[in-house]
């Protein structure tokens, strides 16, 4: 069974640019969350979506926006970059995101902006 | 406020040295607690969901125990391939995950 895949998984940006990422989830997996990953603020939860639906969102200004289409891929889109924007930007997939669904995460995207 | 805390930042071991992580947390309605373990440059890789205070679970050289505040996982006789950041998030009401920022672990030779 193929895993959590993420593309780019390398992306160099500068600052006012704007980016969107793609997470293709296991097959059968309904429910798709990002998480920002920083040295010094570990794992933040972005957003969930299921059913192309956003269910959950966490605390991040409105230029972080994403969606999820009919076959559960999701995409990030982050506007106008900023400097503390360079992160590792990783998408975790669950069956159906309930209690009792563990996460399964990709390789995550490398965002780097100057 | 719901938080989650890892301990210690660091841990250097050698080689069959065991030692416990601790992750303490603070949510109402704790859903499930879950460990990772992450390598360089990967994303977290799923090592064990445990659910309610005195649950216990196994996996090779780790054991991973949860209690009402924490929860503890226990390396074994650790060897030089356990060594990465491990981390532990809770879920909470409203399927939101809190992570902790994670315990680096090295185990040399």
């Known amino acids: 069974k193929a895993g959590v895949t993420q593309t780019p998984r390398y992306l160099i940006k500068t600052r006012g640019q704007q980016v969107t990422l793609s997470c293709s989830p296991i097959?059968?997996?309904?429910?798709v969350s990002w998480y920002q990953q920083t040295p010094g603020q570990g794992l933040q939860f972005l957003f969930e979506y299921f059913s192309e639906t956003q269910r959950n969102k966490g605390n991040f200004p409105g230029r972080f926006s994403g969606r999820q289409f009919s076959n559960s891929r999701s995409e990030m889109n982050v506007s106008t970059l900023e400097l503390g924007d360079s992160a590792l930007y990783l998408c975790a997939s669950s069956l159906s995101g309930d209690s009792y669904n563990e996460q399964f995460f990709g390789p995550g995207t490398r965002l780097t902006v100057l | 406020e719901d938080q989650v805390t890892q301990s210690p930042e660091a841990l250097r071991l050698q080689e069959g040295e065991s030692s416990s992580l601790n992750c303490s947390y603070t949510?109402?309605?704790?859903?499930?607690l879950f460990w990772y373990r992450q390598d360089p440059g990967k994303g977290p890789e799923f090592l064990f969901t445990?659910?309610?205070a005195g649950e216990e679970k196994e996996k090779e050289r780790l054991k991973a125990t949860l209690t009402k505040k924490e929860s503890f996982l226990h390396i074994t006789a650790p060897k030089p391939e356990d060594s990465a950041t491990y981390l532990c998030a809770v879920q909470a009401p409203g399927n939101q995950f809190y992570f902790g920022t994670g315990t680096s672990l090295t185990v040399i030779p």
């Open positions: 097959s059968g997996h309904r429910s």
């Open positions: 949510v109402s309605g704790l859903r499930g």
């Open positions: 445990l659910y309610s």
